[in-house]
């Protein structure tokens, strides 16, 4: 079973920047989706963006063109950097790593702890 530690967050204002890291453990995260997941007070969990075993990756649209998701097989990481943050960017974010390899999406995920970002206006 992999285990996920997320690391990097922290307090910024609007519009700087961020860079979360998920170290796995456990097994290899090569044949493995593996994304980002956000909770806000008071809010359901809703996904930010996943990146396939195959690098493709998907955004949602409220990050589109600010965020990005990156796999580093070799050192068992993924990395979200996420620039030009808003406020309604805060939450605690959660690493992500999907059950089942060579999956077309992220289907059934194991969690991380989550890590603190805190946008301030």
């Known amino acids: 079973q992999v285990q996920l530690v997320e690391s990097g967050g922290g307090l910024v204002q609007a519009g700087g920047s961020l860079r979360l890291s998920c170290a796995a453990s456990?097994?290899?995260?090569?044949?493995?989706?593996m994304g980002w997941f956000r909770q806000a007070p008071g809010k359901e969990r809703e996904f930010v963006a996943h990146?396939?075993?195959?690098?493709?990756?998907m955004y949602a649209d409220s990050v589109k063109g600010r965020f990005t998701i990156s796999r580093d097989n070799a050192k068992n990481t993924v990395s979200l950097q996420m620039n030009s943050l808003e406020p309604e960017d805060t939450a605690v974010y959660y690493c992500a790593a999907d059950r089942v390899p060579y999956a077309a999406t992220l289907l059934v995920p194991s969690w991380g702890q989550g890590t603190q970002v805190t946008v301030s206006s």
């Open positions: 456990g097994r290899a995260i090569s044949n493995y989706a």
């Open positions: 990146i396939l075993y195959s690098g493709n990756s």
